[in-house]
């Protein structure tokens, strides 16, 4: 009974989890459609020739548009993403597949049984991830995630600036 209970507790949570993510996502999406359309206004306010230069350049085709130096909100986003995860998968990976089987032959030099190797690095090896994951792992995700945070956190509130004035 008692694990039923865990299970559903678990499901509610895990469903309510997608529902904020799916939230967030159609938020960031409505910004970046209010985002594109103020960009579209300012532009229509831009095309609007007032004076006789404006309209000498417009005929001569001397109009010099700038790129925009804003990112979209989507494109900062999967950024972010890529961030975090590649840099925490990589170093996941890099220590599986680098650092355990580097660790595994220097090792093997210092045993030479065989059975005596093999019991040891058991133990080892466990102590290894532990270790890993705990001063490795954990502080680099967490630094990703202040750092994005404040990263994202600029561009929300430089977007939110530009849209109310």
């Given at each position: 009974m008692k694990m039923a209970v865990i299970l559903w507790q678990a499901l509610c949570d895990f469903i309510q989890g997608m529902?904020?993510?799916l939230t967030?996502?159609?938020q960031i999406f409505e910004i970046e459609k209010q985002q594109r359309q103020q960009e579209a206004m300012k532009e229509q306010v831009k095309s609007v020739s007032t004076g006789p230069l404006s309209r000498r350049r417009e005929q001569k085709g001397c109009v010099v548009t700038l790129p925009s130096r804003q990112q979209s909100?989507?494109?900062?986003?999967?950024?972010?993403?890529?961030?975090n995860g590649g840099l925490t998968v990589g170093m996941?990976?890099?220590?599986?597949?680098a650092f355990l089987p580097l660790m595994i032959y220097i090792s093997s030099y210092f045993f030479q049984d065989e059975n005596e190797h093999s019991q040891l690095w058991s133990w080892f090896r466990n102590f290894l991830n532990s270790l890993f994951q705990i001063c490795w792992v954990f502080p680099i995700f967490t630094i990703?995630?202040?750092?994005?945070?404040i990263w994202f956190s600029v561009?929300?509130?430089?977007?939110?600036?530009?849209?109310?004035?």
């Open positions: 529902k904020a993510c967030g996502i159609i909100l989507i494109h900062q986003l999967g950024q972010c993403c890529l961030w996941m990976l890099l220590f599986q597949y990703g995630r202040f750092v994005n945070v561009s929300l509130i430089s977007f939110s600036f530009t849209t109310s004035y």
